[in-house]
């Protein structure tokens, strides 16, 4: 499903200070796997259009992995909630902004707001406090946004990246629908919410790209494009998501989540290197700015729960 984490708040206290050596490995080769998707995608987006492509991921991330999985009747509205906002507004939305010419690397950037639309969120929804840190990090990333909106053009199109900020909206939505998601749950939730997702898709696909590149990615199979979905559906999707709650519910999100901040760096890496991608100044200096936001909010949300053991 997703290249990159839903933060869920631990269930238990029992939580372990420091991340082993095999799991610091498997984490590591999680952030690089996550961050392939973005290139991966690209190439994908070659030879199928965007919402093609996004239905066809969802369709394999869930099944045949749903005659394996059973979710509680209760949370089946919510899985329809997730599917919907993660398959058409995430991911639909996402790879139609790279389509339109945003590159894989700022792609992987802007989507990285989702940390300042959840905190958002979760001041309006639940009531949550908003810290200084909080409004220091949204500055400090909102100056690379508008290095990136001062570059408007070739490889920052401006609906590409409106694309994308929409994209990261969509992301923070699934946070908070998923943050009450309790973690033994949660790969059964995953695959239902992406079968869930697969009848708006299709409406989506149907509805902007007619049903041509379906019945052909179907009737004639590429193996390029198998590969592609394959990679998406179940490393990035099911065994990433597996990995990444089996972490979190170890860790904890504080030990964790800063993993997540070399992924626009590496997706930067993997297509300079894979699509030729040029990597000039104002994308480094953009890239810096909007990590170091974030990394500013991840350790003002650490240190506040140092602070406050109960707090969120």
């Known amino acids: ?30 952030i690089l796997v996550w961050a392939s998707n973005f290139p991966v995608a690209a190439m994908g987006l070659e030879r199928l259009p965007p919402f093609t492509l996004t239905t066809l991921r969802f369709l ?71 810290h200084l840190h909080n409004l220091a990090a949204f500055a400090v990333a909102a100056c690379g946004l508008a290095v990136i909106a001062w570059h408007w053009g070739t490889s920052a199109p401006i609906a590409g990246t409106l694309l994308a900020l929409a994209s990261a909206l969509a992301w923070a ?8 998601i309790d973690r033994d749950q949660m790969f059964a939730f995953i695959v239902v919410a992406s079968a869930l997702g697969v009848p708006p898709l299709l409406a989506a696909t149907i509805m902007v790209e007619g049903d041509r590149p379906l019945i052909q990615a179907f009737a004639h199979p590429d193996a390029e494009i198998v590969a592609i979905v394959a990679w998406q559906s179940f490393a990035n999707s099911l065994w990433g998501y597996t990995l ?13 989540a800063p993993f997540t901040l070399p992924v626009p760096v590496i997706a930067g890496i993997l297509s300079s290197i894979f699509l030729g991608e040029s990597l000039g100044l104002w994308k480094i200096g953009a890239c810096l700015l909007v990590l170091s936001g974030v990394a500013i909010n991840l350790l003002g949300q650490r240190q506040s729960r140092r602070l406050s053991p109960d707090g969120i």
């Open 1 to 30: 499903m997703n290249d990159q984490p839903v933060l869920i708040r631990p269930a238990d206290a029992q939580l372990q200070a420091r991340l082993s050596r095999r799991d610091l490995a498997l984490a590591a080769l999680l």
């Open 60 to 130: 394999f991330a869930a099944f045949p992995a749903i005659l394996f999985v059973r979710l509680p009747s209760r949370l089946w509205r919510s899985a329809a909630l997730f599917g919907l906002l993660i398959g058409v507004g995430q991911f639909g939305l996402l790879y139609l902004g790279i389509e339109l010419g945003l590159t894989p690397t700022l792609a992987s950037l802007v989507v990285q707001m989702q940390v300042f639309f959840t905190t958002a969120l979760a001041v309006m929804l639940f009531g949550e406090r908003i």
């Open 173 to 180: 939505l699934c946070n908070t629908v998923a943050r009450k």
């Open 244 to 256: 990444w709650n089996r972490l979190l519910g170890r860790y904890g999100a504080a030990q964790v």
